[in-house]
């Protein structure tokens, strides 16, 4: 990553964390004010510069509209916006194929690349269900994406003057959120440390006693892996925080990561559309950052649920990404409202029940899912994947667009291999088979997990 994108990212995030930090202490008048003004500066946005979004919404006044108006607007699901991405951004020079060239060229730990045109970071997310989505959005909405991530463990005053220290155990590739954070926010007002999931145990543990930082992020299997090593006087941190991210963190795994670190664990919740919550330490419900991103908790027929019932889905409406405008954007994670306290300040507090990934267990070899999972989630042309692990590796099933040749599954399951050996799993095998002919209106969706991934038929638009 280039220094120049590097001081650039951390220059972003310096600037808008005063104001992060201030809206924390809002009143929920001020957090729905906030709320309305940034949803009219979403819709007019979107109506003014995207195709997709002016047909959604045509006859709608963007000027007018308040937040009870909301539930009136069109759901969008993922494969509405990747079959109509083109139409769906509001910088006509960001075509899809554009977007997947500079994913491609920032794909590998390390490479030397810089914003897209000059201005655009590119994200991509497999997701819960395994299909794939891009996502784009200006270096300052990106800053405001990580400034929301960060905003909670800082200090009571602020960042101290050397930054914040994190050693970040999650994705190593920049085409992934917290890939890209940790190659690219590395002065103050935070520091990360990147130790990359994909990488041997004993290595993560080398590079985290070698730089000692204060906070330990990382994915829950590989934190509880971590709490091991710590335990058995291999890995020697001493930490004022530990944080969970990315997938769902059970209390057997929340009691054993705590113990071993010496601190209680914070749940981090973070979707590469752009929705945060934290929990507090030791907690177990989430407080969302309600102020750039609202999700409404629905059931199956997109009625809001009340407090204490599980949801369905969740609608999210992204409202710091004006870029590829998400209004009432379908995630299958399914949520769990709180009561809030009158010290919530009105921002949404839930419980999550989604996202659990173990680890893949090779005798002396643990490999996380995601040394899998992104290596498919970088191939444009799989839609969708299911793996299942064998006992020399995976099988692995994907849904791909047009012919199976298009995602050239030979060298795809060459690159799931590499993969795995340098995750520590020597001569792993991967098993690709040619996928069945589908359709867009009966899709497969599929997820992946440490032991055998199950699929179920569902509808997708056509």
């Not at 083109?86 to 194929?97: C, E, G, I, N, Y």
């Not at 012919?403 to 599954?409: G, H, I, K, S, Y």
Request: glycine share 8%; charged share 20%; with cysteine.
């Amino acid at each position: 990553m280039t220094t120049e994108l590097s001081a650039r990212t951390s220059a972003a995030i310096a600037a808008r964390m005063p104001a992060h930090l201030q809206r924390l202490r809002w009143s929920p008048a001020q957090l729905a004010d906030f709320q309305r003004d940034r949803l009219r500066a979403l819709l007019a946005r979107a109506i003014e510069r995207s195709p997709f979004h002016a047909a959604r919404l045509r006859d709608l006044d963007p000027a007018r509209f308040e937040l009870a108006d909301l539930p009136g607007l069109p759901v969008m699901t993922k494969a509405e916006m990747m079959a109509n991405f083109d139409q769906a951004v509001t910088d006509p020079r960001l075509t899809q194929d554009l977007v997947e060239q500079h994913l491609a060229a920032s794909a590998a730990e390390g490479v030397r690349v810089g914003l897209l045109l000059g201005e655009y970071v590119g994200l991509v997310s497999g997701g819960s269900s395994g299909l794939r989505g891009i996502f784009v959005q200006t270096l300052g909405e990106y800053a405001d994406f990580v400034a929301t991530i960060l905003r909670r463990i800082m200090p009571p005053g602020g960042p101290p003057p050397e930054g914040l220290v994190i050693g970040m155990v999650s994705a190593g590739s920049p085409v992934h959120s917290s890939g890209l954070a940790a190659a690219t926010a590395t002065a103050p007002p935070v520091r990360m440390i990147p130790a990359p999931a994909a990488l041997p145990t004993a290595e993560i543990v080398g590079r985290l006693n070698a730089a000692q930082p204060p906070i330990l992020m990382g994915y829950a299997a590989k934190l509880a892996e971590l709490a091991r090593e710590q335990r058995d006087g291999r890995l020697k941190l001493s930490l004022r925080s530990v944080i969970s991210n990315s997938e769902a963190l059970g209390p057997v795994e929340r009691t054993a990561i705590g113990e071993a670190f010496g601190v209680p664990v914070i749940d981090l919740f973070v979707s590469t559309e752009g929705l945060v919550g934290h929990t507090e330490p030791g907690g177990a419900v989430f407080t969302f950052a309600s102020d750039t991103c609202i999700a409404e908790c629905v059931d199956d027929d997109g009625r809001p649920v009340p407090a204490g019932l599980p949801s369905s889905k969740v609608l999210l409406t992204n409202l710091h990404n004006l870029t590829q405008p998400l209004i009432r954007y379908e995630l299958t994670d399914r949520f769990t409202p709180a009561p809030a306290p009158p010290a919530a300040g009105g921002f949404l507090r839930a419980s999550v029940d989604g996202r659990a990934d173990d680890l893949f267990r090779y005798g002396a070899a643990s490999v996380h899912p995601f040394v899998i999972g992104a290596v498919l989630a970088r191939a444009p042309a799989v839609r969708e994947f299911q793996v299942r692990q064998t006992d020399r590796g995976a099988d692995v099933t994907a849904v791909v667009d047009g012919a199976p040749e298009t995602a050239d599954l030979a060298a795809l399951s060459a690159a799931v291999q590499d993969s795995l050996r340098l995750a520590g799993l020597p001569g792993p095998q991967v098993m690709m088979p040619v996928p069945p002919p589908v359709t867009m209106t009966a899709v497969t969706r599929c997820s992946w997990s440490g032991r055998a991934a199950g699929c179920s038929p569902t509808a997708a638009p056509g």
